[in-house]
């Protein structure tokens, strides 16, 4: 074992030099602080005896004073007669020779000693008190704290502490009254023996004080003088002792350093080393010995090698080995490198590299050993032998193609995989990695050549590449190529490996996602998403051009859900692809069509100047959109409703969304306006907007709170004068509103959808009242009921019916259902319910026959049973329309139909439908709509009932 580092007698006198410095220095300051603290007593005892004389002073010259009576002056300046002694008798006095006197009181003549005083002796005295005669008399807030501690009971008060900038002692002591301060404080009540104030004394200090500092300074350099003595003596008495007993210490010094050579190398050495002696006994065990074999070195020294390192199979040819080299010198593995096994602590065996000396020893033999543990590199070769034919299996079944670039070379292989992906044959690919690139997409190749750049330069942790390469059938695939350098020590790259793979389909499946996203699946417009997008391009484009103007154009078709719901869905499908393609036959090539849902529709026109350009556009679009479309075997007739919100709006926009909202508030101000139309968004259309929603909110609670009641209008025979029947009319009594017209409130139900249930309603109601009266006047009264064409395509409708006329035992051919001409499509599921109902015996009214779509082939196909002429052709028979009216009466006729002529409002009017063979009329010439009790009045008045029929 190597000895313990010597403590040398250089560092044991530096280290007791050191102490001795530090006492003697703790010494010094401690004498200096003394001598300090002890300077300042002897200031403060000279200032305090000077105070304290001044006190005796004053004391005796006042005693003197007082003892000697009254005392007269002259009448000077300086001693005008005292206000305070004019009380006195005989305060002023007159010498024989006409000189004026005037009584002195005692403490104006010491207040006269205490100024000269001052001004010769620096010590100031003064009388204060806290009810001075004299306001000069009055105490500062030093001595006022002074007077109040001096009527508590104290004899002195003193303290240290700055006046007028300087430092001073102040001392205060009582001042008693006595029989002679009667004369002039007997008036303010006080009595012999009462304080009544104090002698205040201000002692300078700055005059001590400077001594003190002279002396300390004088002091201060004896002290030093004497500290750097005391240094120089340690300092050379050190020295002495150290040149002493260098020769010995550096003879240790000498030792110890070999000694720790030895240790040092022992313990850094990254190989175990074991040195044995003859015997096979471990003499010396390093630390990397110790992590190796898993022993400490107290295990293992002195123990026989072979027992704890060497394999049992192993351990008998190791003991030949050292007894044949100890007997005749003959050694296989001295002085050689041999690859072999050791066993740890555990149990374990390991691979090792082993290297043997021999130790010339003159007493005895000594053996050392260098062992390195090859764990690691067996296994890494043994990896490497595996990964080798991995990567044999892999290029010969992988199905992506793996490629292997020498970057010294500047060879590539490329497996056969790789070369069946590009369509190559073996001959055809040369090895040069300009081959490769050559056959990327010219638009893709920069960005590939980057990617390999920045690999390369160590930017990139591996290379990956989504790009086109060209195969040989004329066509780009897409691949993956994906790649990771191998570098040497200094982190130079020397080959790049990896693989390519066909990503054809997943791009193009992604591809088909990316449209997906922003195009509607049903027309391939854009969808809402895409078009809000362009649409904010717009927007910040028109904030940084001032002269870039645009427009959105909101559409939704007029009737699609009556299509949609009557036809079927794939019909109304069919009719949305037909929309959107006639759409973008109507727009330029730049503006943007899109599906944003359902029925709804939008164009952004971009860079034009004036409205008119949208509002043109929109004419066209109504134009185009409101011919026939071919939907399967049938022709349907459609129509749209437009909003405009133009980009030169005043009030500004900042977003997409807000234009699309503003141009969908137009367009339901169109819809509300009659459809078909289009309407330019306008700032208090918002306002319209919500009027409308607050009257739909309100129409969903209407049926539920009795606000909705029907009003009859009474139908006449003009042939006997007599009621035929009544025509059910809805109103609404709006709690804030009041009364309200079905046109306020009924477009409001169609497009909300509240039509069907209000439709149920007024049905039920209406053959509830019809029942009612025929019960109690005729049993041949008829009622005209309103179905609207959402409520007309229930499949629940016939159904509906028949159980109303079970429940109320009405006749069936009482009830007539009244259809506007737009809901008689020509299309078999529209006929297939008209005949359901017509089977039940129910009357079938085409209303305000001869405005829309009327044609001859609806009345012979449909079985309809009476036709309702319109009022507007009623109010043209003066003026002309007499012919018009008789030929719809006598196209009835002929087909053997009822004719109600509506809206007859003058006698006038009645005589010529009379003429014309209309015997059916109703209008205010007859009777204006009534309430049912009102019904009830008139029919028990006027007799008018049903009669003959």
Request: aromatic share 8%; hydrophobic share 40%; glycine share 8%.
């Amino acid at each position: 074992m190597s000895p313990p580092p010597l403590k040398t007698s250089r560092s044991h006198v530096v280290r007791y030099a050191a102490i001795l410095a530090l006492a003697w220095t703790v010494t010094i300051i401690v004498l200096v602080l003394w001598d300090s603290h002890q300077d300042r007593r002897i200031t403060e005892d000279l200032a305090f005896s000077e105070g304290n004389i001044h006190f005796d002073k004053d004391q005796a010259f006042r005693q003197w004073v007082n003892s000697h009576g009254r005392i007269y002056v002259p009448v000077t300046e300086e001693n005008p007669p005292n206000p305070y002694l004019a009380h006195v008798p005989e305060q002023i006095i007159k010498s024989p020779s006409g000189q004026v006197f005037t009584l002195l009181n005692p403490a104006s003549t010491i207040r006269q000693i205490e100024t000269r005083f001052s001004k010769l002796y620096g010590v100031a005295g003064r009388i204060t008190g806290l009810q001075p005669l004299r306001p000069e008399n009055a105490p500062d807030p030093w001595e006022r704290n002074a007077l109040a501690q001096l009527r508590e009971g104290a004899e002195q008060i003193h303290e240290f502490t700055q006046f007028n900038g300087q430092p001073f002692l102040r001392l205060m002591r009582p001042m008693v009254i006595q029989e002679e301060c009667l004369l002039c404080h007997g008036q303010q009540g006080f009595e012999v023996g009462e304080i009544n104030g104090g002698v205040s004394i201000s002692v300078p200090m700055e005059g001590y004080l400077a001594r003190e500092q002279k002396e300390q300074f004088e002091r201060n350099v004896s002290f030093t003088f004497l500290w750097l003595l005391g240094l120089i003596g340690i300092g050379v008495g050190g020295r002495r002792l150290q040149v002493h007993d260098h020769g010995r210490v550096s003879a240790l010094e000498q030792v110890r350093q070999g000694e720790a050579r030895k240790r040092a190398i022992l313990d850094s050495a990254l190989d175990c080393i074991i040195t044995i002696d003859g015997d096979d006994r471990v003499l010396e065990f390093n630390p990397a010995a110790e992590r190796v074999f898993g022993y400490s070195r107290n295990q293992i020294i002195g123990r026989e090698l072979a027992e704890m390192l060497i394999p049992p199979h192993l351990r008998e040819y190791h003991r030949q080995g050292l007894r044949r080299y100890l007997a005749n010198g003959e050694a296989k593995v001295m002085g050689r490198r041999i690859e072999t096994t050791a066993l740890r602590a555990d149990g374990e065996t390991f691979p090792v590299e082993l290297a043997i000396t021999h130790v010339e020893r003159t007493e005895r033999p000594l053996f050392t050993a260098y062992i390195r543990d090859i764990s690691d590199q067996v296994e890494a070769e043994h990896a490497l032998r595996e990964s080798e034919e991995r990567y044999a299996l892999a290029a010969r079944g992988a199905n992506d193609g793996l490629w292997d670039w020498n970057l010294v070379t500047d060879r590539v292989y490329y497996s056969e995989r790789y070369q069946d992906l590009l369509g190559l044959k073996q001959q055809e690919h040369t090895a040069s990695p300009e081959h490769w690139l050559e056959r990327i997409h010219p638009q893709d190749r920069l960005e590939v050549t980057a990617d390999l750049e920045a690999h390369l330069a160590d930017a990139s942790a591996h290379f990956a590449s989504e790009h086109r390469v060209w195969h040989e059938d004329g066509a780009y695939r897409w691949v993956l190529a994906r790649g990771l350098a191998v570098r040497d020590e200094t982190g130079k790259p020397y080959r790049l490996a990896g693989s390519l793979s066909d990503v054809t389909e997943r791009r193009v499946a992604e591809e088909q996602l990316r449209h997906d996203a922003f195009h509607d699946a049903l027309t391939g417009l854009s969808n809402r998403a895409l078009f809000l997008d362009h649409l904010d391009i717009a927007v910040r484009r028109a904030q940084r051009v001032s002269h870039y103007r645009f427009a959105v154009l909101f559409l939704d078709l007029d009737r699609f859900k009556l299509i949609n719901d009557g036809l079927g869905h794939l019909a109304g499908d069919e009719l949305l692809v037909t929309t959107g393609r006639r759409l973008a036959e109507c727009v330029r090539p730049d503006d943007t069509v899109a599906r944003l849902g359902g029925d709804e529709f939008a164009v952004l026109v971009e860079d034009i100047e004036e409205l008119e350009t949208a509002e043109e556009l929109a004419r066209q679009i109504i134009d185009m959109l409101s011919r026939p479309v071919s939907v399967g075997a049938q022709r349907v007739t459609t129509t749209c409703s437009i909003g405009i919100a133009w980009s030169r709006n005043s009030t500004g926009y900042s977003r997409g969304e807000e234009l699309l909202r503003d141009a969908d508030t137009a367009m339901y101000q169109a819809k509300l306006q009659g459809k078909a139309r289009y309407a330019v968004f306008e700032t208090g259309m918002h306002l319209k907007v919500l009027s409308q929603l607050q009257l739909e909110n309100d129409l969903r609670g209407a049926l539920d709170r009795g606000e909705l009641h029907l009003a009859y209008q009474p139908i006449i025979n003009l042939n006997n004068g007599r009621v035929y029947g009544f025509e059910a009319l809805l109103r609404w009594m709006h709690p804030e509103r009041g009364q309200l017209s079905p046109l306020d409130f009924i477009p409001v139900a169609e497009e909300s959808g509240l039509i069907v249930p209000i439709g149920r309603w007024v049905l039920k109601e209406a053959c509830r009242q019809l029942q009612k009266w025929q019960a109690q006047f005729d049993p041949w009264l008829s009622m005209s009921i309103n179905v609207s064409p959402m409520q007309f395509t229930e499949a629940s409708l016939s159904e509906t019916v028949a159980k109303l006329l079970q429940q109320l035992q009405l006749s069936p051919e009482t009830v007539k259902l009244e259809l506007t001409e737009s809901t008689l499509l020509d299309n078999e599921d529209v006929s297939s319910r008209l005949h359901a109902l017509r089977d039940l015996g129910v009357g079938l009214c085409i209303d305000d026959f001869g405005t829309g779509y009327s044609a001859m082939s609806y009345l012979h196909r449909f079985p309809v049973t009476v036709l309702k002429v319109d009022r507007a052709f009623v109010s043209r028979l003066v003026s002309g329309g007499k012919e018009t009216v008789a030929t719809i009466v006598a196209l009835a006729d002929s087909l053997g139909l009822e004719v109600i002529a509506e809206g007859v409002e003058t006698g006038i009017q009645a005589d010529l439908l009379r003429t014309v063979g209309c015997r059916l009329v109703q209008g205010h010439y007859f009777s204006r709509a009534l309430s049912a009790g009102e019904i009830g009045s008139f029919l028990e008045e006027s007799l008018w009932c049903a009669g003959s029929r």
